[in-house]
């Protein structure tokens, strides 16, 4: 992932000459040993530890936004991490400006006195999902459909590959919340309803990392939000999951002991509370249970603004700071008030209020991740990466998981499609790369639109069907007549991140979405709906006037993945993550719970009955 051209092997005096700076402490006649890579990654902790002042030691507890930085400031307040929150984005966004923006603030990281690298963080949750031209992989949901751990372990090594050639070394993915609540907004981010999904699906975290940390194309895995962020009374988001601790530990700690199993780097902390009590201070779960009983031994990191949220009042107090630190959190993201916190967290060291053996905790964690990844010796972006982005492997994977991630939920005969056959497509989603990926996609909320280079739907089924063969489109169904095989809705939701997605009312599909349907019936052709979404609707009044339903989730930049099982050059062979509700009013809804459901959780039909 990094260049090897600025290699810490070389003889400490030259390396500092190189980079302007004296070594603190007294440099010897070899290299400072911290700068040794023969040496152990403990001993190389514990020398650079010994280096390190308190300012030294606050700055890598400290992320800022990359918006709210600069690069003389990372030198300066000895920054530790800069991250990139959904959709920050270098102008013009383009793989080589990732590159530059990457190296600009590492070199400015090197330039402290003891030149220790930043990690870069991004939401890389499908891919490298906020730079224009990265492959798009279908969203966690989709995934946890295709029961397929070994393909998921690929899309790790994909993504980190798209990564590598920028330098952005962190990840914070994957999300292995289990979403109990459709209603909440993130439900597709989540591999699944039952904890053995996302627990299988920490394959990815192999994917990311690589088989160890420094591997040419390895980023540092987080797992997120610990814990217990899908089960919010009501699917609120950030809200407060009520749940006994036997429960709790039953359903949503599972995929985090996976994760650990596992040698995730970093483990992101849920906004949400446990009955009452916010994550963001919850030492018992974060140092006592995770850190402690589960065995985790990366670092801890706060999401954005999170330490915010412990009082229930807007922005962070002193009090708020060290709560968070104590309770074990080793790294925050503050994106804009960096500064303050780096104050009140000196201030807080020096009242007594957080022991100088937390810092130096959180300060090891840190560090060793570093030294991990090999950022001593090769901290800038190795370019010769770059090609993979958005590359043709790449994308064919990715096709090939949106072909495995495909439900088909009924089907009266009408599938697979004949290439001969004359289609009409129509629908919101059917030609249009924004509204298929969803959120987290370029922008943090998502949009409709071209936004990144890709395959739409519909251009997937104009290259399914026959040459000969007459494929007619229009957005809202206008123009269908009774002379086609077929007609094809592709609809859905209008893409959303995070509470924004919260839905409290109605689950069930948009009017447009409904009339474009009545549309293409009232030409009295079989009707095929390919549900674009991150969860399930409320469509149960609407099926039986459908020959076929295809949920498709959210799948990305490659739409020829669902025109494969459209016209049955891939089998339908997905299974439902998650029960789809009779009504908005059964919710929560989910296995075992003993409601009549629509479709039950692993329904799916195939073609061969
Ligand atoms: C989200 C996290 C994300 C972070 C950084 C937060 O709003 O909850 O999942 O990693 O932002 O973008």
């Not at 249970?289 to 985790?296: A, D, I, S």
């Not at 009090?319 to 807080?348: C, H, K, Q, S």
């Not at 629908?427 to 998502?446: E, F, L």
Request: aromatic residues 6%.
């Amino acid at each position: 992932m990094r260049s090897r051209l600025l290699a810490f092997g070389l003889p400490a005096a030259l390396a500092l000459v190189a980079h302007g700076g004296p070594v603190r402490a007294d440099p010897g006649p070899g290299p400072a040993p911290y700068l040794d890579p023969h040496l152990s990654v403990q001993d190389r902790v514990e020398d650079l530890l010994g280096r390190m002042s308190l300012d030294d030691k606050l700055g890598q507890m400290t992320q800022p936004e990359r918006r709210y930085v600069t690069p003389a400031e990372v030198t300066r307040y000895r920054i530790g991490s800069v991250l990139s929150s959904g959709g920050s984005a270098p102008d013009p966004n383009t793989p080589q400006s990732w590159a530059d923006m990457y190296d600009g603030l590492q070199r400015a990281a090197l330039a402290g006195p003891l030149r220790i690298p930043i990690m870069y963080g991004v939401d890389a949750v499908h891919g490298d999902n906020n730079m224009v031209g990265a492959t798009i992989f279908p969203h966690n949901i989709g995934l946890g459909a295709t029961r397929d751990p070994a393909l998921v372990r690929g899309i790790g090594a994909a993504t980190a590959a798209e990564m590598a050639g920028t330098g952005v070394d962190w990840d914070f993915a994957p999300c292995v919340c289990v979403a109990r609540n459709d209603r909440w907004g993130r439900t597709y981010e989540s591999f699944g309803e039952v904890p053995e999904l996302p627990s299988m699906m920490t394959t990815i975290i192999d994917g990311l990392q690589g088989d160890e940390l420094g591997g040419p194309t390895s980023v540092l895995a987080t797992a997120k939000h610990f814990v217990g962020d899908g089960g919010t009374e009501g699917g609120d988001d950030r809200g407060d999951t009520r749940l006994p601790e036997k429960e709790l530990r039953a359903v949503h700690l599972p995929p985090f002991r996976a994760a650990v199993k596992r040698g995730v780097g970093a483990v992101m902390v849920s906004y949400s509370s446990w009955n009452g009590l916010k994550m963001h201070h919850n030492r018992y779960l974060i140092t006592d249970v995770l850190k402690g009983e589960l065995g985790f031994t990366g670092f801890v990191v706060s999401d954005y603004n999170g330490i915010d949220e412990i009082d229930g009042r807007p922005g962070f107090t002193k009090d708020e700071v060290a709560a968070a630190i104590n309770a074990g959190i080793d790294m925050v993201m503050v994106p804009t008030e960096w500064r303050r916190f780096i104050d009140y967290l000196r201030d807080g060291v020096k009242d007594g209020d957080v022991p100088m053996s937390r810092i130096d905790g959180a300060n090891r964690r840190i560090l060793t991740k570093k030294f991990e990844l090999g950022l001593f010796e090769r901290p800038m972006a190795d370019r010769s990466h770059l090609k993979t982005i958005g590359s043709a492997p790449h994308r064919k994977l990715a096709r090939r998981a949106v072909a495995e991630s495909q439900v088909l939920l009924k089907n009266d005969d009408v599938l697979p499609l004949d290439e001969d056959d004359k289609v009409f497509v129509a629908g919101r989603s059917a030609d249009d790369i924004g509204m298929q990926s969803g959120g987290w996609t370029i922008t943090w909320q998502g949009r409709p639109g071209p936004i990144t280079p890709g395959t739409t739907i519909l251009d997937g089924i104009r290259e399914a069907a026959d040459p000969d063969a007459t494929v007619s489109y229009s957005k809202d169904g206008g123009g269908i007549d009774s002379s086609y095989d077929v007609a094809i809705a592709v609809v859905g939701e209008t893409p959303y991140a995070e509470y924004h997605g919260d839905k409290t009312g109605d689950l069930g599909l948009d009017d447009a979405d409904l009339k474009t349907i009545g549309r293409l019936r009232a030409a009295g052709v079989p009707v095929v709906v390919v549900l674009v979404s991150g969860r399930p609707l409320d469509i149960a009044a609407e099926l039986p006037k459908w020959d076929a339903l295809v949920a498709a989730w959210l799948p990305g930049t490659e739409g020829e993945g669902v025109a494969d099982v459209l016209y049955g050059d891939a089998d339908p062979r997905g299974r439902l993550p998650v029960t789809w509700m009779r009504s908005g009013d059964q919710e929560p809804i989910n296995e075992g719970d003993g409601k009549k459901p629509l479709f039950p959780f692993g329904y799916g039909l195939t073609y061969d009955g």
